[in-house]
């Protein structure tokens, strides 16, 4: 049972507040949980509920959220069994009694949430992976590692594409596969220096160089994978999150670093190119979210042979993933908790995903803590891939190193998932 129900204003990776929260049980034992935040966050996300009280971190205090919990959601949610997260998430869902929790806060629920599910794990005794997945829990994510960063993670000077990932699905093991993506990074840090490009690093760990294309990149990486010793698109794919929607323009996509604005046919076929030439075996994002008209163009362009994944679209939301599985946008969602707030909403979107053969592609934040629940939910939920920024910066590999030590746990029982994790590839 519940005993107590805690919250504190903490740090982000950014420097910016953030909700931590901590569920004490009837047993004694303590658990804690962090919220993550984004920067280019989807229109239509769960609301984060932020102070505005311009005299304390620029009105991005969480003092609110943090009172909140501690008065009205302790209040609802003690002497009640941590085990029942459905019962929990739906009285916090209640509770806040919006549609987009903006009363309560996304931050807030979801740092309960989170945390009711840590407090139930200890309760069953079990690792965290296993409460949430049963026996099945034992299939290893392909790391998909943003080594390189643009957009609005690195406004100063990157590429408009925000994310340029690796995943490293040809190694035998999750942490092999660990191993390549740090030795790709670090080539990737040489190949920069020997072409006079700064190894400063974006709000994800990836380098973020004065590029002066969005296909400059993509040549940088294939560089690094065989300076690495390794075979791109045999060894280790690439995939990209554009993140359209923020250069998304009056229905044109601005692409600054080239100096030209492309109508939505034309991303296509240039996103079409990109294919063609390099080893890219998945695109998020490559339409904005509020192109959903063309979408299914993309998808029926790409989605045969790359996986198509809505993030800014689609937005964890059952209702929207519905909605994208009807029009045939795409073939695979991005799972974020905070876009919708609670576990157990989380866990039925990834569902309505593998119930029409889509794909669950679970994320971090650019915002993050040392939290690592995403790597256990992986697990657990058997999603067979995830992003968690570079092998680098202490947020980032506190997943991948989580994610090393339930491999490492499960022993002869783990099974890492490769390339047939990512949808038609
Ligand atoms: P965000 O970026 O966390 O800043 O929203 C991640 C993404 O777009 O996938
Ligand atoms: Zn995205």
Redesign the pocket.
Known sequence: LIDNIYAREILDSRGNPTVEVEITLACGHTVRAGVPS????GSREAVELRDGDMNRYGGKGVLKAVQLINTEIAAALINIDAREQALVDQILIDLDGTENKSRLGANAILGVSLAVARAAADVSELPLYQYIGGLGANLLPVPCMNILNGG??ARWQGPDF??YMIAPYGAATFSEAVQWGSEVYHALRQVLLDNNLSVGVGDEGGFAPAVNSNREPLELIVKAIEKAGLRPGEDVGICM?P?SSEFYEDGMYNLRSENRQLTSAEMVEYYAKLVNEFPIVLI??GLAEDDWDNWPILNKTLGDRIEIVG??LLVTNTKYIQKGIDLKVANSA?IKLNQIGTLTETIAAIQMCYGAGWGAFV?H???ETIDSFIADMTVGLRTGHLKTGAPCRGERVEKYNQLMRIEDELGMAAIYAGRKAFINN
Do not use: F, I, K, N
């Open positions: 984004g920067a280019s966050t609005v993670h925000q994310e999150d993140a998020e994002d993030d800014d991005l994320s934040r650019s915002g």
